[in-house]
């Protein structure tokens, strides 16, 4: 490095980083998926830490200070009972949030070893398996929610239980339909005949390559139960009072939209943002969870004068 | 000297449903027809034939990748009758390498990877000596350590095949289906990975299954060479007997479609052009499969097979009037 010009950048190899920092990397670079990104964590961290940084207890009843508009004290205004807008925004996060999830994993437990079982084998079980989702698919999504309560009782297992059977058959489609294209591709023959078997296979590089639309989907899903178990807490069938809840909240508010809009602002702009952030990241994160499409771009270095100084 | 056949294949026959017709059977489509092939160790058999003649099906049933039957003995193994899991590991020893290197390697995986998993499916050095012997495979294939963090969308066409290799020599195996495996490159990058095969063969005495329609690539890395017509083997001889004095004459116009780098001999020489289209496999002629676009053919060629038989010392083909 002697001959250097202490200012000459000096290009070396391309950034060989670790696969989970190039997605993120390819990830932030699209602006909305940061935003959605952004506001996602913000939620989470406002979900998690909530009994530790607001200091109102969401379903403590206050009446001598019921209807107050947005202020220092109140962030978000209080409710009809006194209760703080925030704290219970921030509470019913963890339902939204938690349902989502459970919904997902649920929805992916099934649909996905169905998809894939379905398109990888084919034939006369991929005929059944999909006859079988056909009718799952059948059901209004809403109303077998609401028919799945009204028989259960309502509680936040039934209500995942509810959401995640409707959202199956979305996943194993789409799973299968990805399958089936995967399993022609030449390297999946050239792995069986390297001597992998038929597990390995599908839950290796079968699984690996339908990831893209397979995170969509679940992003897809993941947004939908939030908007899904808020509508059946609207209708009073998803999460009972006082437990906070975005739908549940909503519904309350409807009664003092004139006097304390903000009561109705807050879960409507909790579940808008929440979704949108959702989706913004599903839609970029099949673009960078793709090797394809990372940009490696050449790590230079520049020798600082003091490095040159060194030498 | 003596050759040890290494994998004889005897009566190789691969059908795949044709079109399907209402009230009727659907048709059969013999891809592979009665196919009895011969790989010695530590050699390479070249396997020509035009597009769609059945050779890389041919290659594929060897692996029992598609649906075969007949008997392929492989190291006094019948490999058709191998259970699952005995012919997951005797994978191990024959492998293949296809045409499109780079969409034979799991694109989401990278180079590394890739190479890992080759040992990892056979429980070969496990451990701690893992790493040292990818570094080593890639060496042995002339790729720079660093690219085993790379994906294979990141290869050329010909570093891409060197990883295919590598993958399969990971393995270790005694013998390796090379199918059209330099087709696609161009010429100066194919005569690098010809140049490493023959080395490999040489270094570690692998046998080659090549499987190619480029006469003159055959010609230069096989010792025995079989010509494939419409799913049949139609003439095989070692290469320069072949090359020298071609006698079943589907070899002879093959042969005399390629030019000679010789303006005197290219002008003298005689061209055989073949009318028509190869037939349709689901309706192949009767008697002689070649004859309705053979020079020579003549009435008893529609109702008699010729079969493969012995025309002098090690060299045998398929036609009525040879």
Redesign the interface.
């Given at each position: 490095m002697a001959f250097h010009d202490a200012s000459t950048p000096v290009a070396v190899?391309p950034n060989?980083d670790s696969?989970f920092r190039m997605a993120m990397r390819q990830l932030l670079r699209n602006k909305a998926a940061a935003a959605g990104l952004f506001c996602l964590l913000l939620i989470v961290f406002l979900a998690v830490f909530a009994p530790w940084i607001i200091p109102y207890d969401p379903t403590q009843i206050a009446l001598s200070s019921k209807l107050h508009g947005p202020s220092w004290e109140h962030w978000l205004g209080t409710d009809h009972f006194g209760r703080d807008v925030l704290a219970r925004m921030a509470h019913g996060a963890r339902v939204s949030l938690s349902v989502g999830l459970s919904t997902v994993a649920f929805a992916a437990a099934f649909g996905v070893p169905i998809g894939l079982l379905s398109g990888y084998v084919g034939g006369r079980l991929d005929n059944v398996l999909m006859r079988l989702m056909d009718a799952f698919l059948t059901f209004p999504p809403l109303l077998l929610g609401v028919a799945i309560v009204g028989l259960l009782g309502a509680d936040l297992t039934t209500v995942t239980l509810a959401l995640g059977i409707v959202q199956i058959p979305v996943l194993a489609r789409v799973v299968r339909s990805a399958t089936l294209v995967v399993r022609e591709?030449?390297?999946i023959?050239?792995?069986?005949?390297?001597?992998?078997?038929s597990w390995?296979l599908v839950f290796q590089?079968v699984l690996?390559?339908i990831?893209s639309p397979l995170v969509v989907q679940i992003t897809i899903v993941f947004s939908a139960a939030i908007v899904a178990e808020a509508s059946l807490s609207f209708l009073g069938l998803g999460v009972q009072p006082p437990t906070p809840s975005w739908g549940r909240d909503l519904a309350e508010a409807r009664r003092f939209m004139v006097d304390a809009p903000w009561m109705f602002l807050a879960p409507t702009g909790f579940i808008i943002v929440s979704v949108m952030a959702i989706n913004f990241m599903g839609d970029s994160l099949r673009d960078s969870l793709?090797?394809?499409s990372?940009v490696?771009r050449a790590v230079t270095s520049r020798e600082t004068p003091r490095a040159s100084a060194d030498r | 000297m003596t050759q040890v056949v290494l994998l004889s294949a005897e009566g190789l026959t691969v059908s795949f449903p044709g079109r399907a017709r209402p009230f009727a059977k659907p048709d059969v489509v013999r891809a592979v027809d009665g196919v009895d092939i011969t790989i010695k160790r530590g050699q390479t058999l070249g396997l020509v034939g035009e597009s769609g003649c059945g050779k890389s099906t041919t290659g594929y049933a060897l692996l029992r990748l598609n649906k075969g039957t007949g008997r392929v003995m492989f190291d006094g193994v019948d490999l058709m009758l191998l259970p699952p899991e005995k012919l997951r590991s005797m994978r191990r020893r024959i492998q293949i390498i296809f045409q499109d290197a780079a969409a034979s390697l799991d694109p989401r995986m990278t180079i590394g990877d890739l190479i890992a998993e080759a040992l990892d499916l056979h429980k070969l050095h496990t451990g701690g000596s893992r790493q040292p012997r990818v570094r080593e495979l890639l060496e042995l294939v002339g790729i720079p350590q660093r690219f085993a963090e790379r994906y294979p969308h990141e290869l050329s066409g010909g570093q891409a095949q060197r990883i295919a290799i590598c993958r399969a020599l990971a393995v270790e195996p005694d013998l390796i289906i090379c199918d059209e495996a330099v087709s696609a490159l161009d010429v100066s990058i194919q005569a690098q990975i010809l140049n490493l095969l023959q080395d490999l063969q040489q270094r570690l005495g692998l046998s080659f299954l090549f499987i190619s329609h480029d006469l003159s690539v055959v010609r230069h890395i096989s010792h025995e060479v079989a010509v494939m017509y419409l799913g049949k083997i139609v003439e095989q001889a070692p290469t320069s007997l072949l090359f020298e004095n071609p006698r079943h004459p589907y070899t002879k116009a093959l042969l005399s479609a390629v030019p000679v780098p010789d303006p005197d001999v290219e002008k003298a020489r005689e061209r055989i052009v073949l009318a028509g289209d190869l037939p349709n496999p689901a309706n192949p002629p009767s008697g002689c499969r070649f004859r309705t676009r053979c020079p020579v053919a003549q009435s008893k060629c529609a109702e008699t097979l010729p079969t493969l038989h012995e025309i002098e010392q090690r060299h045998s083909a398929a036609c009525l009037f040879v």
């Open positions: 190899e060989y696969g591709e030449t390297y023959t050239a792995t069986r005949a390297l001597g992998a078997g390995r590089h690996r390559n990831l793709d090797p394809r990372w490696r | -």
